[in-house]
């Protein structure tokens, strides 16, 4: 069904592994046209809590682009190209449960790019991070030189893109690159962790957060935030959580 990833649903959690290993999971064209099947249309409307995204085999994440297709890009391909990986990504950093990263290994330019729409990044303890574009005389395309300087700061990302430097999960989570560090074999079982805690809050509250953050790196972020807040009043869940608060128990969420 997917040329390039592995999709397994388990516990209303899908995982979805980029499936390279030999290119290091490198992100081709039949890679972007699986996750835009993937995020477009197949993940389930329903019942999801959340997303992982993870690299097959214990060496990569991703370690960027795939190189090789760049060697017939010219201008006018090299702009669609760069548009496309952006779309996929921002259809990623706006999905509406929360997608998180599950860095096991490199994590290199176009694949540090897609950890940072992710929402969250956990990290094993020898993934290693770098915009390198640099090194190849292009610069980072789908969307890394504006996440990075949002995770990190303007100073750090120029730093980091400028020299092409390959930071350590630990250096990268002191930036606030990466949410938490562990153990390389721990990296999926901490991502689910994760995503079991958030799996137990309002539905709702947490689609309008992830919505109304990422709306404050557009324009109108506190224009949104406050739009949220008004959506989320009307909602059963909204009276729930302030009844179950007030009765001292734990509210039953309906995800309406
Ligand atoms: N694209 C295509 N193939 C890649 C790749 C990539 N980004 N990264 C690794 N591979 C392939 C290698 O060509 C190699 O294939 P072969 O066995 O057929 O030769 C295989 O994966 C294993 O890689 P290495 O032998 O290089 O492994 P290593 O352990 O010696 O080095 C590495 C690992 C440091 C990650 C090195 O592979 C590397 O530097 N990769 C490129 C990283 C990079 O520059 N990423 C940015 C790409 S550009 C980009 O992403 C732009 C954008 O934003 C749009």
């Given at each position: 069904m997917y040329k390039e990833v592995q999709l397994v649903i388990q516990d209303q959690i899908a995982i979805i592994t980029i499936n390279r290993p030999k290119a290091l999971n490198a992100l081709n064209t039949d890679v972007f046209t699986d996750l835009i099947q993937l995020?477009?249309?197949?993940?389930?409307?329903?019942?999801l809590r959340g997303v992982i995204i993870t690299g097959s085999g214990?060496?990569?994440?991703v370690a960027g682009a795939?190189?090789?297709?760049?060697?017939?890009?010219?201008n006018d391909k090299a702009m669609a190209l760069s548009q496309r990986g952006q779309d996929i990504f921002m259809t990623i950093e706006n999905f509406h449960v929360p997608v998180v990263a599950a860095v096991n290994g490199f994590a290199l330019g176009g694949g540090c790019e897609l950890a940072m729409a992710c929402h969250i990044r956990v990290a094993g303890r020898s993934a290693k991070f770098g915009q390198p574009e640099v090194n190849l005389?292009?610069?980072?395309?789908?969307?890394g030189t504006q996440r990075l300087a949002q995770l990190v700061g303007k100073g750090k990302a120029m730093e980091l893109i400028l020299t092409g430097d390959m930071i350590g999960s630990e250096e990268a989570e002191r930036m606030g690159l990466v949410n938490k560090v562990c153990d390389d074999q721990d990296v999926l079982e901490e991502t689910i962790k994760i995503l079991n805690k958030i799996c137990t809050k309002a539905p709702l509250a947490i689609r309008e957060s992830i919505s109304a953050i990422n709306a404050g790196f557009n324009q109108d972020g506190f224009k949104a935030e406050v739009t949220s807040f008004g959506r989320l009043a009307d909602s059963a869940d909204f009276k729930e959580g302030a009844l179950a608060f007030i009765e001292k128990r734990k509210p039953n969420w309906k995800g309406c």
């Open positions: 995020f477009g249309n197949d993940l389930p409307k329903q019942d214990n060496k990569a994440f795939d190189i090789k297709e760049f060697l017939t890009l010219d005389g292009i610069i980072p395309g789908y969307g």
